[in-house]
């Protein structure tokens, strides 16, 4: 079972291939984190493969799998974008786009030939990439003065805190990224060294 603040992504762009009766299946898969990004990998893919026939994707952003989409490019429905779609489903990732873009060969396929052959060139652009565990932070911002400097520091140590963003004046700044499920145990524990005030 997963953590609540983890999540399964992959770990760089991949590439994989099928051949069927002459059409060939070429499927990129792309880390994601948002829809702009999606569009702009589409339209960078639109335009490398713009003799194309098919241009045929499906994607799932948030760290719950919470937005996902399924496009069948002008297949028939449910022939394309569903089977791709399972492929990320069934290795548990989020964060992914996968595109499949199809180069007809001349002879058709029936729904369930392209089912096979959209499911394949997924599954092959997927195996050939890594998936790597990635967590969910929650930003922690603290103002203090300099002297509490050592205390706020053996904080960010004992909870492993990613340090953003900071400033050291009189008044000390601290922008941290802290694992979600860690937060609120870690903002108690800010909020009782006296002195560091908890900013929004």
């Known amino acids: 079972m997963q953590p609540s603040d983890s999540f399964r992504t992959i770990a760089r762009s991949s590439e994989g291939l099928y ?8 499927a990129r898969a792309h880390p994601v984190k948002s829809e702009e990004e999606i569009k702009e990998v589409l339209e960078t893919l639109k335009k490398e493969f713009f003799d194309a026939r098919h241009h ?5 952003l948030g760290a ?49 030939g392209l089912i096979n052959a959209y499911k394949t060139a997924a599954a092959e652009a997927l195996a050939a990439n ?6 969910v932070m929650q930003q922690l911002k603290l103002q203090y003065g300099y002297e509490l400097t050592n205390e706020v520091m053996r904080l960010v140590s004992e909870y492993n805190m990613q340090v953003e963003d900071q400033s ?8 941290l990224l802290v694992r979600q499920s860690l937060y609120p145990e870690a903002l108690e524990k800010a909020r009782q ?5 908890v900013i929004k």
């Not at 050291?168 to 922008?175: K, N, S």
């Open 19 to 26: 051949k069927e009766k002459g059409s060939k299946f070429i």
């Open 56 to 60: 045929c994707y499906a994607w799932i």
């Open 64 to 112: 719950h799998s919470e937005r996902y989409r399924a496009n069948d490019g002008g297949e028939p429905n449910h022939s394309a974008g569903d089977p791709i779609l399972g492929q990320i489903r069934s290795l548990e990732l989020t964060n992914t786009l996968v595109v499949v873009i199809r180069y007809f060969g001349g002879t058709k396929l029936g729904v369930s």
């Open 130 to 135: 890594e998936i790597k565990e990635e967590v």
């Open 168 to 175: 050291f004046t009189e008044t000390c700044r601290m922008q």
């Open 193 to 197: 060294i006296l002195g560091v005030e």
